[in-house]
């Protein structure tokens, strides 16, 4: 499966953007997706993460209240909302997919397939 991730770019802090990741060469709708991000010099992080049908959620604790993550399965899609955006958020973002049924995933060793990364950068 080759991941694509697209909506990376330069925002202002407090604005938002939508980050998309599309899937080609199957579907996604069996796979748990997560989005992560890696700024310069740091190793990179979880921030986000979907099972299968959309039903299983989780975030780590920086994100929660302004990032959404969300999938169209039709589409073959996932999506990562991003709102109130800070300096500190600028990186590449990164999504990844695993074959789950359910479960979720925050640890990047865990995901096989991986999108090229999109820049995010938040100016202050």
């Known amino acids: 499966v080759q991941l694509q991730a697209s909506g990376g770019g330069l925002v202002q802090a407090g604005g938002s953007l939508r980050l998309s990741c599309t899937a080609s060469?199957?579907?996604?709708?069996?796979?748990?997706m997560g989005w992560f991000r890696q700024a310069p010099g740091k190793e990179r992080k979880f921030l986000a993460a979907i099972g299968s049908s959309g039903g299983n959620i989780y975030y780590t604790d920086s994100v929660k209240g302004r990032f959404t993550i969300s999938r169209d399965n039709a589409k073959n899609t996932v999506y990562l909302q991003m709102n109130s955006l800070k300096p500190e958020d600028t990186a590449v973002y990164y999504c990844a997919a695993r074959d789950s049924k359910s479960a979720v995933f925050t640890t990047p060793s865990l995901y096989p397939y991986w999108g090229q990364g999109t820049l995010v950068t938040v100016s202050s």
């Open positions: 060469g199957r579907t996604l709708s069996s796979s748990a």
